[in-house]
Nanobody, 121 residues
Framework: QVQLVESGGGLVQAGGSLRLSCAAS????????MGWYRQAPGKQRELVAA???????NYADSVKGRFTVSRDNAKNTVLLQMNSLQPEDTAVYYC???????????????WGQGTQVTVSS
């Protein structure tokens, strides 16, 4: 019904930058919140950053001042600009969207397949 496709992960040295992109497609009437979560080996998935359709943002304390989340409502995309990356940022990053689908107008939570971000020291 709805697909989230991520891109932009990879390997970077500490202090470097990466930009993640996520595009939503399918039976979309509207999207309320879009954002990024991450999961490191042996740890629970955690919120990294989220943004509402109105532009309000929420960040994990560990990434404030280093990461910036933005979205294009017309294109149903969300970006995560990650600067000053550190080894502790290494994780699989997942795109998330709260989507109001067509026909039923119900809200559902959707996830991308995940993209690996590895930061070497």
């Amino acid at each position: 019904q709805v697909q989230l496709v991520e891109s932009g992960g990879g390997l970077v040295q500490a202090g470097g930058s990466l930009r993640l992109s996520c595009a939503a497609s399918g039976r979309i009437f509207s999207i309320s919140s879009m954002g990024w979560y991450r999961q490191a080996p042996g740890k629970q998935r955690e919120l990294v950053a989220a943004i509402t359709s109105g532009g309000s943002t929420n960040y994990a304390d560990s990434v404030k001042g280093r990461f910036t989340v933005s979205r294009d409502n017309a294109k149903n995309t969300v970006l995560l600009q990650m600067n000053s990356l550190q080894p502790e940022d290494t994780a699989v990053y997942y795109c998330n969207a709260e989507v109001q689908v067509t026909m039923t107008l119900r809200y559902y939570d959707y996830w991308g397949q995940g993209t690996q971000v590895t930061v070497s020291s």
